[in-house]
């Protein structure tokens, strides 16, 4: 069993600051330096990456801004091995040395099977990931162990009785809006974490800014109660006063959001039963409020045949939802998005996104009502 300090903050790196946000791989290195030595010298050290984010060039970035720049026990680092993306048992070899490559390092302090679920089990269980990754961790490539895991608690639960051993840590999503949601169930994930005595990383507390860009009503509730404190904290606060969780993980990319949220870890308060009964009503504000739980993991995207920004829509889809009055300034993005990517309405139903997506969105759907919203009656002209 690791020891760690409990409520370590992680760096994600899942959305680092771009000069040019049609190109994942168009990293603003300067500011991206200026954040992760400020996270730094503000006592954190946990940097986690992945294999597949920013179009499959993160790793390049956290070698550029970070390994490059600092000493290698400075800093612990975590990447993952892209269970969808493999072939067989020498890809894995072949994407692992190619991660060590792309970083610019001996060895990762911690490595996660990425995005654990159903589609992609079996193929682990037939190929023996876990396996893999204990090998080299024996190895000394790898000193943490772990899987980020996107589905229900039973197949945790099957997962952690089988593998359980091998596993030092499991990363979960879980945030107070999906803590009770049947499409994600983050409590009961956690308690199965907590019967297997696993240390819990927490990814998207904020439920990928969903949880910061709140509806009005519910900024209000918040601010009522207090005034100084930023709606990232809340989340931050409630994700790590979970029993069992031991790391939370926030993606920042601009200077403020560095500064706010190690603060929150620097002096962290875990949260109270008062606080709790205005999280629960923000819950039931936001639930009402956003019809697409989309966290704009990208996750869908790589693979569409259309090119369709599934991401981006959804979220404009949520942000005319909550937008009173006859027209907004959705419409014009949806037009802008729309000439450089596949409409909503091009979706040809292959639903390969369907089976990438960690939240198990019917997004095939969600496309139709998206295409209904936009683009019938559109006054504005539409790609060909
Ligand atoms: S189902 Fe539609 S949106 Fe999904 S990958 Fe296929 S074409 Fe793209
Ligand atoms: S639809 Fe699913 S996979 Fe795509 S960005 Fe949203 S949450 Fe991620």
Redesign the pocket.
């Known amino acids: 069993m690791m020891e760690m300090e409990k409520y370590q903050f992680g760096y994600g790196c899942m959305r680092l600051p771009l000069l040019n946000a049609d190109d994942p791989a168009s990293f603003d290195y300067p500011l991206i330096e200026k954040l992760f030595d400020t996270y730094m010298e503000r006592g954190f050290t946990y940097f986690d990456a992945a294999y597949t984010y920013h179009g499959y060039h993160c790793e390049e970035a956290v070698k550029k801004a970070l390994v490059e720049r600092h000493p290698r026990d400075s800093f612990e680092l975590a990447t993952k091995l892209p269970l969808r993306d493999f072939k067989d048992a020498e890809d894995m070899e072949r994407i692992f040395n190619e991660q060590l490559k792309h970083c610019g390092v001996e060895y990762f302090d911690y490595y996660l099977l990425h995005n654990m679920g159903t589609n992609v089990y079996e193929k682990c269980r037939k190929y023996d990931a876990f396996g893999f990754a204990a090998k080299k961790k024996a190895e000394g490539k790898i000193r943490y162990l772990g899987m980020s895991f996107h589905d229900m608690p039973e197949l945790l639960d099957e997962i952690l009785e089988n593998y359980g051993e091998m596993l030092d840590f499991v990363q979960l999503q879980i945030n107070y809006v999906d803590w009770e949601q049947p499409n994600v169930q983050s409590r009961r994930c956690l308690e199965v974490a907590n019967k297997y005595h696993k240390p819990v990383f927490v990814m998207e507390p904020c439920k990928g800014g969903t949880l910061v860009n709140l509806p009005e009503e519910a900024k209000k509730l918040m601010r009522e109660y207090a005034p100084e404190t930023s709606f990232a904290s809340w989340a931050f606060r409630f994700a790590a006063s979970q029993e069992g969780v031991v790391r939370v993980l926030s993606g920042m990319n601009t200077m403020e959001q560095v500064m706010d949220n190690t603060a929150t870890f620097r002096d962290f308060r875990p949260i109270t039963e008062e606080e709790m009964a205005v999280i629960r009503q923000v819950t039931e504000i936001i639930e009402k409020n956003t019809p697409i739980p989309?966290?704009?993991?990208?996750?869908?995207?790589h693979g569409c045949p259309k090119g369709i920004a599934?991401?981006e829509y959804?979220a404009l889809y949520n942000s005319i939802s909550r937008t009173t009055g006859s027209f907004s300034s959705q419409a014009v993005y949806y037009n802008n998005i729309s000439l450089k990517h596949g409409k909503a309405s091009d979706c040809i139903g292959c639903r390969q996104?369907e089976r990438?997506?960690?939240?198990h969105?019917p997004?095939t759907d969600y496309l139709k009502d998206v295409a209904a919203k936009f683009e019938a009656g559109s006054s504005f002209p539409t790609r060909k």
């Open positions: 989309c966290t704009a993991c990208s996750y869908c995207t599934i991401p959804f996104c990438a997506c960690p939240q969105l997004i």
